[in-house]
């Protein structure tokens, strides 16, 4: 590709954030044989994948960010203080969704 088609073409993104959850990012990229612009470019793009497919479904614009921010720290927080079983945010996440869905089941039997 030459420099003409980039700047015609592509376009840079940027984030500012704390150093030592970038360095933790990189690390992670690292660690998973990729780089963070590809781990940003995929998160961008299955974002708006998923944006797309929610529009043509329900006709409005999907959600970006399917957990609350005010949740995401709730979990960040549960899943560092009472996680003996070492699980991620999602594995937490799953395993609170599973206990409440079964509840759910169960009562919708019921009545």
Request: proline share 3%; no cysteine; glycine share 6%.
């Amino acid at each position: 590709m030459s420099k003409a088609w980039d700047k015609a073409n592509m376009k840079s993104m940027a984030v500012n954030m704390k150093r030592e959850d970038a360095e933790a990012f990189r690390a992670l990229a690292e660690a998973n044989g990729t780089t963070v612009g590809a781990m940003l470019r995929m998160f961008v793009q299955d974002t708006l994948h998923n944006a797309e497919r929610e529009d043509s479904r329900t006709g409005g614009p999907g959600v970006l960010h399917v957990v609350s921010y005010r949740n995401t720290d709730r979990l960040k927080h549960e899943t560092a203080f009472y996680n003996p079983n070492h699980k991620s945010p999602d594995g937490v996440l799953n395993e609170i969704l599973d206990g409440y869905f079964a509840f759910v089941e169960k009562v919708r039997k019921r009545s």
